[in-house]
């Protein structure tokens, strides 16, 4: 199992980007895939998550509304579309996904919201 994270950034309050992960090694339309942040200082949280072939999606309540996730089984890419950034937003964000008992991770994209 193969994860890369691509797309972070530095980005002025009020902006947007995409993050992209793309996995490899497993039937990616199989499982849930999860984008989870990191702040210095915090613990990991879950920020967004879409099931398998994309039939449903959820996202913590500190980003409804601005944060899209999407995933595209052909390319076994997903997505976070990230709007109206917040400093509070800056962190490393790692893509994820559980199959059986294992947690795999990706190495993580730094976004950093700042003016």
């Known amino acids: 199992v193969h994860l890369v994270e691509s797309g972070g950034g530095l980005v002025q309050p009020g902006g947007s980007l995409r993050l992209s992960c793309a996995a490899s090694?497993?039937?990616?339309?199989?499982?849930?895939m999860r984008w989870y942040r990191q702040a210095p200082g915090k613990e990991r949280e879950v920020v967004a998550g879409?099931?398998?072939?994309?039939?449903?999606?959820n996202s913590a309540d500190s980003v409804k509304g601005r944060f899209t996730i999407s995933g595209d089984n052909a390319k076994y890419t997903v997505y976070l579309q990230m709007s109206s950034l917040k400093p509070e937003d800056t962190a490393v964000y790692y893509c994820?996904?559980?199959?059986?008992?294992?947690?795999?991770w990706g190495q993580g994209t730094q976004v950093t919201v700042s003016s």
């Open positions: 994820n996904v559980r199959i059986g008992s294992r947690d795999y």
């Open positions: 090694g497993f039937t990616f339309r199989s499982y849930t």
């Open positions: 879409i099931t398998s072939a994309g039939g449903s999606t």
